[in-house]
């Protein structure tokens, strides 16, 4: 599991970093918006982004959606010492992986890290620092993002991997990722699989 944490406090970027790295995932460290997107660029693909909301370059909810945007798939989620309940609503309706306090329990900041890579939103804002909110996992109620949604009409219409990176420019790596994340959200055992669920389900 590959988590970028970006934020301009050092020492919170090495706790976290300890803590997730304990639980044996592997984390990259940005102090800004602008190292994350480089970093982003750079690295293989990620499962987590986490952002935090204050940190320079954010430009409130705008850095959320240029990390989306430029994530080669990845979940991005937004933590802070505290935020209004709009702004985490507004970051949740437009597909972020959900929000996390910096004051945190351990084990709380690990199981969250999990379920948001598992394809749930987690929203801890006001609960209970030991038992995460979670949203349904369903995938009527999960939101795919329009790179996601795109690379499965594709599927779809019975394209190839190599055929997908051609037609949207992308690399075959980064059509790869994104193909793993759809049959991760879908339960799926393969992309033949993840296209008959999400006919099933309404998607396509």
Known sequence: MRVLIADDQEMLREVLEAILTRA??????AHDLDHALAEIANCDPFDLILLDYHMPGMDGLDGVRRTMANGKGARVA??????PHHLVRDALSFGAA???????????YIEAVRAMVSGQQV??????????RKASASMSEQRLTSRELLVL?????????????????LKELTVNFIVKTLCRKFEAQDHAETVAIARKEGVL
Do not use: H, R
């Open 24 to 29: 044996e995932m592997t984390v990259t460290l």
């Open 123 to 132: 929203n801890l804002l006001d609960s209970d620092p030991d038992q995460p």
């Open 98 to 108: 959900g929000f996390l306090p910096k004051k945190l329990a351990a084990k709380s």
């Open 153 to 169: 009409k594709q599927l779809d219409s019975g394209k190839s991997v190599e055929q997908i990176a051609s037609e949207l420019g």
């Open 78 to 83: 937004l933590m802070s010492g505290n935020l």
